[in-house]
């Protein structure tokens, strides 16, 4: 017994020791947010020797005559209907592969799973050329059509996994109820998915929000930039960087994606959990 209370609490030091080296950098961003630009590079300390608020203020005041909160309202346009599209069309290419029968379904799915292979770097040319023929460059159009035609596989892998995971039987008994197939996925499938499908909707946010490349390809105009284009607009404004506006508005930047992280994290690791048991 006094064996088993020694290992566990070994187990929490060694488990809290990781989560405080993981979470440090985290925390020297958020406290430098708090100092002037000479003590970030002059002091090794955690906490400021003086906390100032000159880093917020002038971070979202910004630079290009664009204030800060623009870049946040951009992000959140072109990441919003990114997300919602995604789980849309997630869904419904997964309950095609995980409920129906159809001549090539299986090459059309190892097919689908080889896109996951492909490099960025081997569509990008392909994707750019296609979106400017539309016209659809300096808009979030390329973002909503990619999602909206399941362009990334991972979720729907994701989804499928899941799907294939719950009895059919259930789909049996709401068809005699006299249920059709829109109305078993509506009713049946969606509501007991709920977990993956926001696992996915998590994802999809992290990695819209962050993502650099995709909108320096397909934006040019700097009122439509999102926040990580905004953050690196502040490093090339002038010779002389304002490092702690920098790390204010990352840290800004970094709360919505945090705030929604926690509030949806019990269906996150459920939906991790169960994707991963069910076969």
Do not use: H
Not at 29 to 48: G, Q, R, V, Y
Not at 75 to 82: F, G
Request: proline share 5%; aromatic share 16%; net charge positive.
């Amino acid at each position: 017994m006094v064996k088993r209370k020694i290992k566990k609490a070994g187990l929490y030091i060694v488990v809290t020791a990781t989560a405080v080296i993981m979470g440090y950098p985290l925390l020297w961003l958020f406290f430098a947010a708090f100092k002037d630009n000479a003590e970030i590079f002059t002091s090794i300390a955690l906490l400021p020797e003086k906390f100032t608020l000159e880093g917020f203020i002038n971070g979202w005041k910004s630079t290009a005559a664009v204030p800060f909160s623009l870049f946040l309202l951009n992000s959140c346009k072109m990441v919003a209907p990114t997300v919602l599209l995604t789980a849309a069309s997630a869904c419904l290419v997964a309950y095609g592969f995980s409920r129906f029968e159809f001549a090539g379904r299986k090459v059309l799915f190892t097919v689908m799973l080889s896109t996951m292979m492909l490099p960025n770097t081997v569509i990008m040319i392909p994707r750019y050329i296609l979106f400017n023929n539309f016209g659809w460059l300096n808009s979030y159009i390329p973002f909503y059509i990619m999602a909206a035609m399941a362009a990334n596989p991972f979720f729907t892998y994701l989804l499928v996994q899941f799907f294939r995971g719950i009895p059919a039987d259930l789909d049996e008994a709401a068809y005699i109820d006299g249920a059709g197939k829109w109305q078993i996925l509506i009713r049946v499938i969606l509501p007991l998915a709920k977990a993956p499908i926001v696992s996915a909707a998590l994802f999809q946010t992290v990695w819209t929000w962050n993502d650099f490349f995709n909108p320096l390809l397909y934006i040019d105009r700097v009122k439509a930039y999102p926040v990580s284009l905004g953050l690196r607009l502040a490093i090339d404004a002038d010779s002389v960087v304002n490092w702690n506006s920098i790390i204010a508005m990352s840290c800004v930047s970094l709360l919505p994606v945090v705030l929604l992280f926690v509030f949806l994290q019990k269906y996150f690791v459920q939906g991790i959990a169960t994707t991963g048991m069910k076969n």
